[in-house]
């Protein structure tokens, strides 16, 4: 779900207030983003956070997951074929955000 958020695809029906100021400080961090960088200058702002996740979900995931313990795992397992991950990644090197591109209402 950060993904969604992070691209600007997330179904959150929460409160409005704290998206709203979520939001305008996405769009604030991707202007910032685009203006330091003139290979994206002529992306669209949503194109821009395309892009962003895109180089750097992996890092994101390792974040996230880098920490966990022997004991800590999903209701379920993340690796294709059965695989077992090893903390960041799959012992096959894949990211563990299999489900980065099915939309949100599938999951």
């Known amino acids: 779900d950060i993904g969604d958020i992070v691209r600007g695809k997330d179904l959150f029906l929460g409160h409005n207030q704290r998206k709203k100021k979520l939001e305008e400080r996405l769009k604030t961090m991707f202007a910032n983003i685009q203006n330091e960088n003139g290979d994206i200058n002529t992306l669209k702002p949503e194109e821009v956070r395309e892009y962003w ?6 890092q994101v995931w390792n974040a996230i ?28 090197g894949d990211v563990l955000t299999n489900f980065d591109y099915v939309p949100q209402y599938l999951r």
């Open 53 to 58: 996740w895109a180089l750097n979900r992996q």
């Open 65 to 92: 997951t880098c920490g966990v313990t022997d004991g800590d795992k999903y209701f379920r397992d993340t690796c294709s074929k059965g695989g077992h991950y090893n903390k960041c990644h799959c012992n096959d």
